[in-house]
Nanobody, 123 residues
Framework: QVQLVESGGGLVQTGGSLRLSCAAS????????MGWFRQAPGKERDFVAS????????VYTDSVKGRFTISKDNAKNTVYLQMSSLKPEDTAVYYC????????????????WGQGTQVTVSS
């Protein structure tokens, strides 16, 4: 059974940094596209970033470009989201996701979801 377990969320001040981790129990992890979505209070869940199976193709939503970096360690079955220059509008529950095949910004394309980790950025 596939499981995605996020960690690394917390409370940080504006301008600070956090690194989210997602440990995946996927036997063929290296072949999967991994990604992150987020959901702010009272808002829909939005795409944040994704990384392809060979870590070559990375996609970011415009609002995090230049501030967030997604990376993947196939040896550890783990995907990371390094977040810097955080803003209050980054406050959300962040979800790790996984899919076979190529990268996608579409929520329904992802087969597997973690339970989410809270990120709160104070002003």
């Amino acid at each position: 059974q596939v499981q995605l377990v996020e960690s690394g969320g917390g409370l940080v001040q504006t301008g600070g940094s956090l690194r989210l981790s997602c440990a995946a129990s996927i036997p063929t992890f290296s072949y999967y596209t991994m990604g992150w979505f987020r959901q702010a209070p009272g808002k829909e869940r939005d795409f944040v970033a994704s990384i392809g199976s060979e870590s070559v193709y990375r996609v970011y939503t415009d609002s995090v470009k230049g501030r967030f970096t997604i990376s993947k360690d196939n040896a550890k079955n783990t995907v990371y989201l390094q977040m810097s220059s955080l803003k209050p509008e980054d406050t959300a529950v962040y979800y790790c996701v996984a899919k076979s095949g190529g990268a996608s910004r579409v929520e329904n394309d992802y087969s597997y979801w973690g339970q989410g980790t809270q990120v709160t950025v104070s002003s």
